[in-house]
């Protein structure tokens, strides 16, 4: 068994993928680690949109802009993508009222829910790039997401072509306080 550190160290953001299928097996492994993701007084404000077919991919793309985002040729190129969508007015509610000063807690459920699937995928020789800049409403069209639900992010999946190198990370000591901020 790998080392879940290993796993988290090595994981990397993949925008270039081999023309391969991504296999229902393992489709099936990486929404399984969403089911088990937690969330906001297990409410599992998630649902997962497949997209495989290349025309819905295109249309998808067209909603990042065509500058600025490293992802544009990847979501095109991956043979799948998963678009994670949150259910709102759930997470982060108690009795119909919001009860954190964040308001709905969706984001935070998402992306708990996202890392598990970077996570998985990567156990899995797959990679993944978490996209989160494109125009939300025009992927809801596409997608025919229906009133009561956000579109919050696409990621494309599939073979790694290429795998770029670890960025510089800070060392715990520079980001950890003891008993205060600053302490």
């Not at 489709?27 to 949109?49: D, F, G, M, Y």
Request: proline share 7%; charged share 25%.
């Amino acid at each position: 068994m790998t080392d879940l550190m290993e796993i988290i160290r090595s994981r990397r953001s993949v925008r270039k993928y081999l023309d391969e299928p991504v296999s229902e097996n393992d489709l099936e492994k990486i929404l399984e680690a969403v089911r088990w993701a937690p969330s906001w007084a297990n409410t599992q404000c998630w649902e997962v949109v497949i997209v495989k077919d290349p025309g819905v991919k295109e249309a998808l793309q067209a909603t990042l802009p065509p500058k600025g985002n490293p992802a544009v040729k990847a979501m095109v190129q991956a043979p799948v993508v998963l678009v994670l969508c949150a259910r709102k007015g759930v997470s982060g509610y108690y009795k119909g009222q919001v009860t954190t000063k964040f308001g709905d807690w969706f984001m935070y459920d998402l992306g708990i829910a996202t890392q598990n699937i970077c996570l998985m995928a990567h156990h899995l020789g797959l990679g993944t790039v978490i996209v989160g800049l494109f125009d939300h409403e025009k992927a809801r069209g596409v997608l025919d997401v229906p009133d009561g639900y956000e579109v919050v992010t696409m990621i494309p999946l599939g073979r790694p072509a290429k795998t770029g190198k670890a960025p510089k990370r800070r060392e715990p000591k520079e980001f950890s306080h003891h008993e205060r901020f600053g302490g």
